[in-house]
């Protein structure tokens, strides 16, 4: 029968395990909470060793809490050593189909990590398992790659290993000759070397390939030598493997005796390491020996329990030789329904194509015979011996049709209930799938519509703020006309376009859904329309301090297109070519007519695209959800969706290719010959030249240079945090004045501004990349360095979930745009009154009552432990605000603005007002003269000591502790 001997070879993987130091498994356990995490998985080894060969469950859930340990740090190569434990530990219970797919993929991770030491181990697991479920070829290409990489890295046990499984799948395919002498060329090497377990596994291997030449002799000798070095070595498994081919080489040489002996040690030894599967083996071997002996009852008693062990393990093997000797037993027994059936099981267990499913099969055939027997003997019972023989095989009969008939209507009714539960099923996840993308569709059209709302609210806010000034201007002259800045009239201008180019974008996107865009293609000249297209961006790249490359030929090409939908097309993509590239960027445009094909590219070197967003990139609503490393903002959803369909349109195709912070390639592609459109497309008359204007881009570039006001150093400093450049700029003229102001581009930037320079006030645009407004307050309210300074958001998102998102961030105030640039100012003017009629407070709590104040905010937590370390330094003269500022974690200067703008008191100052709090509270409650309270709080000079404290309260110290007050 096919052997059990890959619970011997799994040792192909074990040779790290089998350190000579074995460490106790309950000692690790105590002090694993100790361990660094790289160490615990060391442990789990040592555990996993401890119990291998021993107890299944522990060993295996050892190993696969290394695993879990291994993949939380994301380590390729301590998940890989994990994984091939936990094969160990399945392989040496006979686990072999569950332990492939590890194996195979700690293989794919120490490939990875290119490991060589992995590598090896991987392969020969791999060629193991192969050997175990019958994948000869497999295993043979395993165990060469294996060979191969244990030769590179001059590995001996991994050498041994892989020759080991080698030489047993060579076995298996018959080939005794070359399966002999890689068996030998092992033993050789390992004697050599002195590996007592690979000389146990060469022997025990070279016994059961003489069992299969049945050269019992030689099988006695081999099997003897291997069972007692593995005995030596006290590796259970292996010994009770080797006994194997002892025991069956006794039986077939006659001696029952010293069989059936060698067959209970194999079942004392399987009971304690827990294998089942040798375990069966064993009581086979005993049933087989019983019969030969008479011993029937203690034979069947044997061989039943053996078949139930084959069938928990699902040992086709086993059970064909257990079936073998039942059917020999009943049949000695003259039992002869009974040796029938078992003959019916051993061929099912003998046939080749024998699967799990034909494991039901014999539990019919044992319900039938027991059923059909317990009939019999009933009518034994209640009729005559003569006419019982006669009805007997009319009842069998009857009852084989019977029970045939109600296992076809069994099986009718299970494969129809199968099927209506595959149908539910179906039904089931077409309804779930259908939810899922409709649910998909919805987020996106609502993050299409916020994004939306923010472009038209950008725009509107500088078109509104002008007209609302000049209104006022005209009010406050009491006249009809008000003379208006040329600036302000282009600010109008090129917002109301950037309006009226997203409108027409959206209205272009509806007629091309509805089939009401028409293709209307005329014969010109398409290189001289897209040079003039070209050309119009250079100013864009001049603000933006872009390298603008335009390629395109100087000869005229006539061609056939729509030269609105080619201008549409390639605007679009410029555009968001210079949007997305940073100052110092190129973006190169080219162009060329070649066999009647337009071609056309775009390319930039600015943000690039994810990879896993660049098949949805075209995709209407669709916004890429990562950071952009330049920023530029998260766009529409509707350009590149709109470039698509028009492309289509053309008949052409869009493609692009891109890297992430390297930037991408837009490429299109579209026919340009007569006959590629048809008549109703085709218009006769020619292209005139045409001029083009590109819509103003307020995403980028393109802000008025905001004029110096006359800046004064009383005046409070204001952060400006806003991506749109344009709309940044307008902010900090309407600022200038009543602030001094200071721009910031983004969440990110504004967060180091703020840190750096302190200021009085943070205005700051909701939606941007890198860093949104939510982001940028709560970081500011939750650092003790900017948490005192007052944050007023401005969103294009009008609702009020939205609203109280950035109020629960912190956010002192909240303003919608478009908004009054007047109410902007009157809410930042009261933000920093209420902030200094706050630090007016606080001055003058802390100089009467610097202990009494209610922690509640992170400003009072800052002041708690400021006072903290001023009381534990409270005697220290030498103690300075580079000390205090340090304790706090800040810089001098960063202290110095953070407790101006808190409490309207310098370091310096604070700490002498603390120290004279102090020595007050300690003269009234007399604990020491003048003197020694002055040294007591930090002052070097008594009289000194009483000049500030008559300044500060008014009277002498010695009033203080004569009752006055």
Not at 131 to 154: F, P, R, T
Not at 598 to 624: C, H, M, N, S, W
Not at 750 to 770: C, F, K, N, R, T
């Amino acid at each position: 029968m096919r052997r059990l001997l890959l619970l011997l070879a799994l040792a192909v993987v074990a040779h790290p395990l089998f350190s000579q130091t074995k460490l106790d498994p309950d000692s690790l356990r105590r002090i694993m909470p100790t361990l660094p995490d790289t160490q615990k998985i060391r442990a789990y080894f040592e555990i996993c060793k401890a119990y291998l060969g021993n107890d299944r469950d522990k060993s295996i859930a050892a190993a696969e809490e290394a695993v879990r340990i291994a993949e939380s740090l994301k380590s390729a190569v301590w998940t890989a050593r994990s994984l091939n434990f936990l094969v160990v530990a399945a392989t040496n219970h006979g686990e072999f189909k569950n332990a492939l797919p590890s194996a195979q993929r700690a293989l794919a991770l120490a490939k990875e990590a290119d490991y060589k030491p992995q590598i090896l181990e991987s392969l020969e697991n791999c060629a193991l398992i192969y050997v175990q479920l019958g994948h000869w070829d497999k295993a043979v290409e395993a165990s060469h790659a294996g060979l191969a990489m244990a030769h590179e890295i001059h590995d001996t046990v991994g050498l041994l290993n892989n020759l080991n499984v080698l030489a047993t799948a060579q076995m298996q395919l018959n080939q005794y000759a070359e399966s002999e002498k890689r068996f030998r060329e092992c033993l050789e090497i390992a004697e050599r070397a002195g590996r007592l377990f690979e000389m146990a596994r060469a022997h025990t291997s070279l016994g059961e390939l003489y069992g299969k030449q049945r050269r019992w002799q030689a099988c006695i000798e081999a099997s003897e030598a291997g069972a007692r070095l593995f005995r030596q070595f006290e590796y259970l498994n292996g010994e009770a493997i080797a006994l194997i081919d002892l025991a069956k080489a006794q039986y077939e040489l006659g001696n029952l005796t010293k069989s059936r002996s060698t067959y209970q040690q194999m079942l004392d030894i399987t009971r304690q390491i827990g294998s089942r599967q040798i375990e069966g083996v064993a009581l086979a071997g005993l049933g087989q020996i019983d019969i030969e002996t008479g011993r029937y009852e203690e034979a069947r008693a044997n061989l039943l329990l053996a078949e139930k062990l084959g069938q928990e393990v699902n040992s086709h093997a086993l059970l064909k030789s257990v079936y073998a000797s039942l059917e020999k037993l009943y049949f000695a027994r003259r039992e002869f329904d009974q040796a029938r059936m078992y003959s019916q099981k051993h061929a099912i267990a003998a046939d080749s194509v024998f699967s799990e499913g034909m494991l039901s099969r014999i539990a019919d055939f044992q319900v039938r015979y027991e059923t059909a027997e317990k009939e019999a003997q009933l009518h034994q019972q209640t009729l005559q011996i003569e006419r019982e023989k006669s009805r007997k095989n009319l009842l069998l009969g009857g009852l084989a049709l019977a029970v045939l008939a109600l296992l076809s209507l069994y099986q009718y009714f299970r494969n129809r209930q199968k099927i209506q539960q595959k149908e539910a099923d179906l039904a089931f996840a077409l309804e779930h799938a259908e939810a899922e993308k409709l649910r998909e569709l919805d987020q996106t059209k609502s993050a299409f519509f916020a994004n939306i709302s923010h472009e038209f609210r950008t725009p509107l806010t500088l078109i509104l703020g002008p007209v609302h000034q000049w209104l006022e201007s005209v009010k406050a002259a009491g006249q009809d006309t008000v003379a208006v800045p040329a600036r302000g009239l282009d600010l109008v201008r090129r917002n109301a376009n950037r309006l009226l180019d997203l409108i027409n974008q959206l209205l272009d996107l509806s007629k091309l859904e509805s089939g009401h865009m028409r293709l209307a293609v005329a014969q010109g000249d398409p290189l001289q329309t897209l040079r003039i297209l070209a050309n119009a961006f250079e100013s864009m790249a001049e603000q933006g301090n872009i390298r603008y490359d335009i390629a395109i030929p100087q000869t005229p090409a006539i061609a056939w297109f729509d030269r609105d939908k080619i201008e549409k097309i390639a605007a679009n993509l410029l555009s968001n070519a210079f949007k997305h590239t940073p100052a110092g960027g190129t973006v190169s445009f080219r162009a060329d007519v070649q066999n009647d094909r337009l071609r056309f590219e775009v390319a930039d070197t600015g943000a690039g695209i994810p990879e896993e967003d660049l098949d949805k990139i075209f995709d209407r609503f669709y916004q890429v959800t990562a950071p952009l490393p330049f920023g530029g903002g998260a766009g529409t959803g509707i350009g590149l969706a709109l470039v698509r369909e028009l492309c289509t349109l053309h008949h052409g195709g869009v493609s692009v290719q891109s890297t992430l912070g390297a930037g991408s390639v837009f490429q299109v592609e579209m026919p340009a010959g007569r006959a590629d459109f048809t008549p109703e497309e085709r218009s006769e008359a020619p292209l005139p030249a045409g001029d083009f204007k590109p819509a103003d881009d307020n995403s980028r570039g393109g802000a008025p240079v905001a004029k110096k006001a006359k800046s004064a150093d009383e005046l409070p400093l204001c952060l400006v945090v806003e991506d749109n450049l344009e709309l940044q700029g307008y902010i900090r003229e309407q600022l200038e004045g009543a602030f001094r102001v200071l721009p910031a581009p983004n969440g990110r930037a504004g967060l180091l501004a703020a840190i750096q320079h302190i200021p009085d006030l943070v205005i700051s645009d909701v939606m941007m990349p890198e860093m949104d407004g939510n982001q940028l307050c709560a970081a500011l309210k939750t650092d003790e360095r900017t948490s005192h300074i007052p944050v007023m958001l401005l969103t294009a998102r009008a609702g009020q979930e939205s609203k109280i998102e950035g109020l629960e961030t912190g956010a002192d105030d909240y303003l919608t745009k478009p908004f009054d640039t007047r109410e902007l100012l009157v809410r930042a003017q009261n933000l920093v009154r209420q902030r200094e009629t706050m630090r007016k407070q606080f001055s003058r709590t802390l100089v009467l009552q610097p202990k009494a104040i209610a922690l509640t905010s992170a400003d009072e937590h800052f002041l708690q432990r400021i006072q903290e370390n001023l009381d534990e330094n409270l005697g220290n003269d030498q103690f300075s605000v580079e000390e205090l500022a340090t304790a706090v974690g800040m810089s001098r200067s960063q202290l110095h603005r953070k407790l101006t703008a808190l409490i309207d008191q310098p370091p310096v100052e604070f700490i002498r007002n603390f120290r004279l709090r102090r020595a007050k509270e300690m003269l009234e409650a007399g604990t020491g003269n003048v003197s020694e309270i002055g040294y007591a709080v930090g002052f070097s000079s008594p009289a000194y000591f009483s000049i500030v404290f008559r300044d500060a309260f008014g009277m002498a110290p010695s009033e203080v502790r004569s009752g006055g007050n």
